[in-house]
């Protein structure tokens, strides 16, 4: 049996890494959430308020398919209650599903038996935001812990991006591998003079094992360092939050006088302009491990399978997004078309029984838009919702 050996430039195996993995499951999480809506934060209970507050503009400028949405119409202010269209079913589904974390850290760390439960909570509302972005994968959520500083964070955040480019997918230049082992080399001296745990290649290994074995969306690098953030980085750009939701989300800072560049956790809150998006290949190929993402339209009732078809006519089949939705068998019925809720009109179901279906939780949604709204043509049918569906 041949063993496998590192490289920075050859694809990894999690089982190579030496990193102590510690897993919260979705009680775990669950607890979290209890704590953390016990006891709120004022800056993001500010941000939801105002997300509530612009809620008709919100909700009705960003009909069109495929666009991300936030709302919270109705209720107090717990996860069930706020709502997030995800970027692969664009379904409008509420925040209140959990998630499974996977924390990997030095061995110090449980030497010293210290709790990965703060790594989470620290950074909760980003990840509830970051989950419900999806309807599919992401039910597990990678984190590797680290001591970086400000500075070595962005170093290592270019040489994921170069590593990723170069290693994804793609046949590797000489010219691009003495490039990935000299910033490597440049990491992992930098690194171990500052004495910075874990050391720079298994931070390396782990990471890039992840991404090749798990094909996240999303996998976040984690300080605990005062004077450094958190570094989120996606493995596409329909994965990165819009910038015109989150233009003023929370930085995470508990001071109140610190700047906009003050940051606990990088949140990409100006859209792709600020966020670290991996360049791996994906599709067919030799070596590609993630496949193509395109975004596609499903009926709102979440066990439902139909995929509506685009303007253009196509059918499910081409709609069809990443992964996930394959190996759930996820296929829709050739020329669906969405018929939306006629109170509040931004909602799709395929059927008036799969809208009835629906009502339980979408009545904790479902808001008469506002008169500007109200004599928009849509080119779907309507079905009648008002208290309760027929």
């Not at 195996?13 to 004022?42: F, G, Q």
């Amino acid at each position: 049996m041949t063993t496998r050996r590192y490289s920075p430039t050859l694809p990894p195996s999690l089982a190579m890494s030496e990193l102590v993995c510690k897993t919260l499951d979705h009680d775990a999480t669950d607890v979290l959430i209890d704590k953390w809506l016990e006891h709120r934060n004022d800056a993001y209970w500010d941000w939801f308020l105002r997300v509530r507050e612009r809620r008709h503009t919100a909700l009705h400028s960003q009909l069109q398919r495929g666009e991300q949405l936030l709302a919270w119409s109705k209720g107090d202010f717990v996860p069930e209650n706020i709502f997030v269209r995800t970027v692969d079913t664009a379904r409008l589904i509420p925040l209140d599903r959990t998630w499974t974390t996977h924390v990997y850290h030095h061995r110090s760390m449980q030497d010293r038996k210290l709790s990965m439960m703060p790594v989470v909570f620290t950074m909760l509302p980003e990840l509830m935001l970051l989950r419900g972005m999806h309807d599919h994968g992401c039910d597990d959520v990678f984190i590797i812990v680290t001591d970086m500083k400000r500075a070595e964070m962005d170093a290592a955040t270019e040489y994921f991006k170069l590593v990723c480019q170069h290693t994804f997918g793609q046949t590797l230049k000489p010219s691009a591998e003495r490039e990935i082992h000299y910033q490597h080399m440049r990491l992992k001296h930098t690194l171990e003079h500052q004495r910075r745990t874990p050391c720079f290649p298994q931070i390396d290994l782990a990471f890039r094992a992840i991404l090749h074995e798990r094909r996240p969306p999303f996998i976040i690098l984690f300080s605990h360092q005062p004077t450094s953030y958190s570094q989120i980085f996606f493995t596409h750009p329909l994965f990165v939050p819009a910038s015109d939701i989150f233009f003023d989300f929370p930085s995470g800072c508990p001071n109140p006088c610190c700047t906009e560049d003050c940051e606990m956790i990088r949140f990409p809150r100006r859209g792709l302009d600020g966020a670290a998006v991996l360049p791996v290949k994906r599709g067919g190929g030799k070596g590609c491990v993630f496949r193509r993402v395109r975004a596609r339209e499903m009926c709102n009732w979440i066990d439902c399978n139909v995929t509506f078809v685009d303007e253009g006519g196509e059918g499910s089949e081409s709609s069809r997004t990443s992964s996930e939705s394959s190996e759930n068998g996820t296929r829709g019925a050739a020329g669906v078309r969405g018929q939306v809720c006629s109170k509040c009109k931004i909602v799709k179901y395929c059927s008036a029984e799969h809208q009835r279906k629906d009502w339980d939780e979408h009545k904790r949604l479902c808001v008469k838009p506002t008169p500007t709204f109200e004599g928009e043509a849509t080119r779907q049918y309507s079905y009648s919702l008002t208290d309760s569906p027929r």
